[in-house]
């Protein structure tokens, strides 16, 4: 009897099993196996200059048929292919909205291992915490799910309640991941990644750090612009944290509604406002942008959730980004030496040297594309029969470079996660926005 007790207590503490998991990354290992074997036989046959594009083209099918088999596993195995996934434009849209949607199915904790949880946590059980506490979350993610509940003070929170054991799966799952993207390009490229993926895991599955980081988004952001909720400290620890209900709809079912194209535009400016606030003058970001984490709110603010991952920005970091956004639609974007400049001591290293004449090429378009976030001009996010919207115009030119790529910097991890989960979020809303980070900066 107190085996089974056991047992159904192992089967609700992680929302998929370690078996099941390794099951899953065998059976897709040796798919990802044959899809290499194929290629690697036509590769003879295949002439140099077409051979860049086909090598492309088979690690576009092997990197979705992996972020499709990572994002069946749940836990922190999930939680990693969002992170990385941010960091590949080249990913079909389809596996981003399957990556989100496998982390809002997480399956629901029982009430006993929920009351269990928050007795342990915060001391007494839920009843006697809160005037109200509903067992069933209205929010389920990829480490956690949340619930409503109102306090003695008749003040509505949400609670946020860690998946127990999760922790325990962070080495394992990346150490799974890591054989996953083995047989590819992936593999080398995010080797420097994965140990500041770990920390940064660590780190996000510490709710007193998220706490705090809440807190000075909450003291240090315009209040005019967004609305980012408070921590009752009270009520939270490093498994649970409680905060205020930011009331708003989530960016799916607010798109359900068809909002003019006006009101559209109002939120992207928003985000991209946020974003510069963050990098610009406060020097911290908000590094996980989730579509689940912004609220659109009918007063105009938008609602800010999860700060669980943030990035303090360091002065050299800074300067580098003065650079990288600071260039002028005069300069000589092909210039060997102007490149160098740019992306020298960006921490990603390239197999190829500037003044490579394919590299610097593809690498030049990149660039002019990047600097239109300091032109001040209006960047229209739609795509249509007749044109092609900024994010999609960036990703096609982000695959010219792709091949390129050698290593990303751990630092990267933050910078690419932010800018371009903002360009996808964008994207999704069809907005036209200007940034004006040289000005800024």
Not at 26 to 40: D, R, S
Not at 230 to 245: C, D, G, N, Q
Request: hydrophobic share 40%; with cysteine; proline share 4%.
């Amino acid at each position: 009897m107190e085996r089974e007790k056991d047992m159904e207590t192992s089967k609700n503490s992680l929302p998929e099993s370690k078996f099941s998991r390794t099951r899953v990354a065998g059976v897709t290992t040796a798919k990802v196996g044959i899809k290499k074997a194929v290629f690697l036989s036509k590769k003879p046959f295949i002439s140099k200059t077409k051979l860049i594009t086909a090598e492309l083209e088979n690690n576009e099918e092997i990197a979705a048929l992996l972020f499709k088999c990572i994002g069946q596993m749940k836990g922190t195995a999930l939680k990693l292919a969002q992170m990385l996934s941010m960091q590949l434009d080249f990913l079909p849209e389809e596996i981003r909205q399957e990556l989100e949607k496998s982390a809002s199915k997480a399956p629901g904790l029982n009430k006993a291992l929920i009351r269990k949880t928050i007795t342990a946590q915060l001391g007494s059980p839920p009843e006697a915490l809160f005037k109200h506490f509903e067992n069933t979350p209205f929010a389920a993610a990829s480490l956690g799910q949340v619930h409503r509940a109102v306090t003695f003070d008749n003040e509505e929170v949400a609670v946020k309640v860690q998946y127990p054991g999760i922790a325990t799966s962070i080495k394992s799952d990346i150490d799974l991941v890591k054989i996953l993207l083995k047989p590819t390009q992936l593999s080398k490229m995010f080797s420097e990644v994965f140990k500041e993926l770990e920390r940064v895991l660590k780190e996000e599955l510490d709710y007193e750090i998220e706490a705090e980081n809440t807190n000075w988004f909450y003291n240090n952001s315009s209040g005019s612009k967004f609305i980012i909720p408070r921590v009752y400290a009270e009520l939270s620890t490093s498994k649970v944290i409680t905060t205020s209900m930011i009331a708003g709809e989530h960016l799916d079912v607010w798109l359900s509604k068809n909002p003019d194209q006006k009101t559209k535009n109002h939120y992207g400016q928003r985000l991209v406002d946020f974003y510069e606030e963050s990098l610009c003058q406060n020097l911290r970001l908000q590094a996980d942008p989730n579509i689940g984490n912004y609220l659109f709110r009918a007063d105009g603010k938008l609602g800010l959730i999860d700060f669980g991952c943030t990035k303090t920005i360091k002065l050299d970091e800074s300067n580098l980004m003065m650079q990288l956004y600071g260039a002028k639609e005069t300069d000589d974007f092909s210039d060997p030496l102007f490149l160098e400049k740019l992306y020298g001591h960006s921490g990603i290293v390239f197999n190829r040297p500037f003044d490579d004449p394919e590299f610097n090429e593809a690498l030049t378009l990149w660039v002019r594309w990047n600097n239109l976030l300091s032109s001040g001009k209006n960047l229209d996010y739609s795509t249509s029969e007749t044109t092609t919207g900024h994010w999609k115009m960036g990703m096609e030119l982000f695959k010219n470079i792709f091949p390129f790529i050698k290593t990303m910097g751990e630092e990267d991890v933050y910078f690419m996660r932010s800018i371009q989960g903002l360009h996808q979020i964008l994207d999704r809303l069809d907005a036209t926005v200007i940034f004006k980070l040289h000005q800024n900066f």
